[in-house]
Structure formats: C-alpha cells, structure tokens
C-alpha cells in the first residue's frame, strides 16, 4: 500500500518560513517525480512545484519562485518544500504528490497516481 504522509504545515506571520516534508513508502520502484500542490477554500488544487526523483530537476509555478525551495533524501523517500516570504495568499492546504512515469505534463494534478491527506498552512497577515 503506497503511503504519502506530510507533516509540517502550521500558523505563521506573514514574511515567515516554514518547512514541510513528505515522507513516502509503499512503491515498488522509485517515483518519476514527487512534489506539492496547494488547494485554498473555494479554489482547485494547483501545481506548486516538484522534482524529479533521480535528476533532481525542479519545476515550480510563477507564484512561488525565488520564495520556495524542494528538495529530496532519497535514501529516506522524503521530500522537503522550503518556504520562505510566506504570503496571506499562500494560505492553503498543502498536499504532496507522486507521480510513477514520466508523462511530460509535470504541472497537470491528473497525472499524478498518489496523494497525501494534505496539511493546513496558514499564513497571517
């Protein structure tokens, strides 16, 4: 049974940082790519940024360059998204995804196979 489990959501000022991290298990071979989507009352869920399991190669939406940061431990299957210069508008459940095969739509919510159960960030203004 695949698990993603994230932890580290939280209440924070506007201009802070927090950090949260996505630990996974359960998958026979190692993901494509894992990374986060957001979802705030009353919106879709939207891509936010991911990597790339091997290459490490990012992919992060316009709203959050220059503020968020994703890395991974792979001999942990853990993910990490830095975020720093949090804003009111960052206000979101944050959920961590995992997607097994390459499918060239990195940004796409459909594409992705596993989900976490998501972690409020509330950033106050």
């Known amino acids: 049974q695949v698990q993603l489990v994230e932890s580290g959501g939280g209440l924070v000022q506007a201009g802070g940082s927090l950090r949260l991290s996505c630990g996974f298990s359960?998958?026979?071979?190692?993901?494509?790519?894992v990374g986060w989507f957001r979802q705030a009352p009353g919106n879709e869920r939207e891509f936010v940024i991911i990597?790339?399991?091997?290459?490490?190669?990012?992919y992060q939406s316009d709203s959050v360059k220059g503020r968020f940061t994703i890395s991974r431990d792979n001999a942990k299957n853990t993910v990490y998204l830095q975020m720093n210069s949090l804003k009111p508008e960052d206000t979101a459940v944050y959920f961590c995804a995992a997607k097994q095969r390459y499918s060239g739509l990195m940004t796409y919510r459909e594409t992705y196979d596993f989900w976490g159960q998501g972690t409020q960030v509330t950033v106050s203004s």
């Open positions: 359960g998958l026979t071979f190692s993901p494509y790519a």
């Open positions: 990597i790339t399991w091997l290459g490490g190669t990012t």
